[in-house]
C-alpha cells in the first residue's frame, strides 16, 4: 500500500495550504491516517489524525482550531486544511496510516505501519 503527499509549497504568515494523502488501496478507507511534521534535527511532531471509518478526529494543541483534517472516501483521498499559518508550520509534512490503532496511539508516528513521502511546507513572514 502506498501513501502519496502533495499540496505543498512556500506561503506567506497567515495564508493557506491544503495536502492531499492519496491512498493507493480502497481498503484504507477503514483505517486511520494522520499528519506528521519534522523540522530538521528534530523529531516527527503529531499534527493531527483521522478514523476513516467513523470521521472522529484529534489535532495537536499547536494547530487545533487553525488546521482541519478530512477525508474523501470516493477519491481514497486524505485532505489536511491549515488556515493561519505561522512560522513554526514550517516543515515537512508526512502522511500516515493504520489499520488496528487505538485513539491513545494515534499521536504516535513509531504506531503507524504505512507513511508516504513528505511534502515540504515553507511559511515565510
Known amino acids: 500500500v502506498q501513501l502519496q503527499a502533495s499540496g505543498g509549497g512556500p506561503v506567506q504568515a497567515g495564508g493557506s495550504l491544503r495536502l492531499s494523502c492519496a491512498a493507493s488501496?480502497?481498503?484504507?478507507?477503514?483505517?486511520?491516517m494522520a499528519w506528521f511534521r519534522q523540522t530538521p534535527g528534530k523529531e516527527r511532531e503529531f499534527v493531527a489524525a483521522i478514523n476513516l471509518s467513523g470521521g472522529s478526529t484529534a489535532y495537536a494543541d499547536t494547530v487545533k482550531g487553525r488546521f482541519t483534517i478530512s477525508k474523501d472516501t470516493v477519491k481514497n483521498t486524505m485532505y489536511l486544511q491549515m488556515n493561519s499559518l505561522n512560522l513554526e508550520d514550517t516543515a515537512v509534512y508526512y502522511c500516515?496510516?493504520?489499520?488496528?490503532?487505538?485513539?491513545?496511539?494515534?499521536?504516535?508516528?513509531?504506531?503507524?505501519?504505512?507513511w508516504g513521502q513528505g511534502t515540504l511546507v515553507t511559511v515565510s513572514s
Open positions: 500516515e496510516a493504520d489499520s488496528t490503532l487505538i485513539r491513545s496511539s494515534w499521536s504516535r508516528s513509531s504506531a503507524y505501519d504505512y
Open positions: 488501496e480502497r481498503t484504507f478507507m477503514r483505517f486511520v
